[in-house]
Each structure stands twice: as C-alpha cells, then as structure tokens.
C-alpha cells in the first residue's frame, strides 16, 4: 500500500513525505521494545509513539511508514531524523483501534 493510499484510508495528513514509501503489512503498538521483535521489514507503523526513539527502532526494523494517531504532533528532532532516514510520517486523527481498522487490507506484520 502507498504513503498517499495509507493516508486516505487513516484520514490523515502526511508530515514527512517520502515518495518510495510502500507498506506490505501493518503493526500496531506502542512498547517500542515489542514493535521491535515482531514488527517487519516494509511495515508501516500505527502508534501514539511521537518521539525520536521510534524512528531508531523504525530504521532498525526497517518500518517504512509511522501512523501517529491521535493527531500527536511531529517534533523537529523526530521529523529531521525520519527524513535523514527515510521513514514517512502520517498523523492521524483516529485512534490507535480505528487506524489498524481502516488499515485492514494489510496483513499483519509477524516475524
């Protein structure tokens, strides 16, 4: 699924763009420890996680895109590090629930 398709579907609007941003599967928590040991390569993201140390664990997992819920702002050390790295950023007004639900044509990331 695209960046532009995933921001439809979450009603969101996209906060880093980054245009080669594709997701095969979807993810959804907020225990970063556990996005890291089950989330996989190409995912995208859903989470109220707005901080720098998400996007480490996006770079290391190789998560393509965040679904920020709850309309969380995007600091500037977390947007500068997402476009170092490549990894795009969607905001979302839904919840964490809401998102995955409209995300429901993704299976789910397991590894």
């Known amino acids: 699924m695209t960046l532009a398709e995933?921001?439809?579907?979450?009603?969101?609007?996209?906060?880093i763009d980054v245009p080669a941003a594709e997701a095969s599967c979807a993810y959804?928590?907020?225990l970063l420890s556990d996005v890291m040991g089950h989330?996989?390569?190409?995912?995208?993201?859903?989470?109220?996680q707005n901080h720098l140390n998400t996007i480490?664990?996006?770079t290391l997992v190789g998560i393509a895109v965040i679904v920020i819920c709850h309309d969380r702002p995007v600091p500037p050390d977390m947007a500068e590090a997402a476009?170092?790295?490549?990894?795009?950023?969607i905001v979302t007004p839904l919840s964490q629930y809401a998102a995955a639900l409209a995300l429901k044509e993704l299976p789910p990331c397991e590894r």
């Open 6 to 15: 995933i921001s439809e579907k979450v009603a969101g609007k996209v906060a």
């Open 28 to 30: 959804v928590g907020d």
């Open 39 to 48: 989330a996989g390569e190409g995912s995208v993201l859903v989470t109220v």
């Open 56 to 58: 480490a664990v996006c």
């Open 83 to 89: 476009q170092r790295e490549g990894v795009a950023i």
